[in-house]
């Protein structure tokens, strides 16, 4: 299975998930689909992930890095070392079922023009119990670079599935990038290439209270990193962005930072999102009534 022939390469960075990575190779191991080769990244672990790995060595392609140097770089070290023509993402809390590869393979086969998939997910707690929020609309397709950038991201990670190729034009992950470097990646490749959403759930996404994405503060720096960046690299371009949709992402941004603030009581910082928020967009009603709640 892990040869020259691999087809799909899944990339598996982990950094102290011992705990779940049996469940998430062997959903990796149950898959019908059988043409790929598992790389995992142990991004400097200090738990016991060398030894729950023992029994699929045979299995697995190993990369230990000394140091921990973050998911991106983790991802890159993956991308670089894949054989296969594609490149499947897997974070190693998460599960896929069975069906997942050869669901994605056969989308692949049945639109050429497209160069990535993903999929609904099944939210799942610590212990891999499903929780309540199915997704009920169906997944954006084709040239979706103005959404998924209107929006917040809406692909997990673990769902993608994206043609090897495609990173010769993209580049690969932000290492600079903290959190959030996932959205970056996709607005990249949805700016040069199609990409395709499978609507229904082939990944299991786990809710882990100590994942970076449950840091909500480091999650709105990066956001607005990854806003930033993104109009700076494609808004002199053609079907790029303009500066009025650059001010009234960051106003959606601003306000939901304020929302969050105003949850979690700091009426200081919720004030002076909201404050911005309105200084890109200052007529928007939900917005001028959080803030004059606030006085």
Known sequence: MNDNRSLVSVILPTYNCA????????????????????????????????????????????????????????????????????????????????????????????????????????????????????????????????????????????????????????GFFDEQLFNCQDWDMWLRIAFYFKISGIDKPLVKYRHNPRSLSKNRDNVLKYQKQVIDKTYTAFKDTMCGISERLYKKRLALHYAKAGRYYLRIGNKRLANESFRLSLKYDPLHFRTLRYYFRLW
């Open 19 to 170: 705990q779940f990575l049996p469940d998430s190779l062997g959903s990796v191991l149950l898959q019908t689909y059988d043409l790929y080769e598992i790389i995992v990244v142990d991004d400097g672990s200090t738990d016991n992930t060398k030894e729950v790995l023992i029994p699929f060595m045979q299995k697995i392609k190993y990369i230990h890095l000394e140091q921990n140097r973050g998911l991106p770089t983790a991802r890159n070290v993956g991308i670089q070392s894949a054989q296969g023509k594609y490149v499947a993402f897997l974070d190693a809390d998460d599960l896929w079922l069975p069906e997942k590869l050869q669901a994605d393979m056969e989308h692949f086969d049945k639109h050429p023009e497209v160069s990535m998939v993903y999929s609904k997910h099944i939210n799942i707690d610590e212990k891999g119990y499903a929780l309540d929020g199915y997704q009920k609309r169906r997944l954006p397709s084709g040239n979706i670079f103005i959404q998924l950038f209107s929006e917040q991201n809406f692909i997990i990670c673990s769902s993608a599935v994206v043609r090897k190729e495609v990173f010769e034009t993209t």
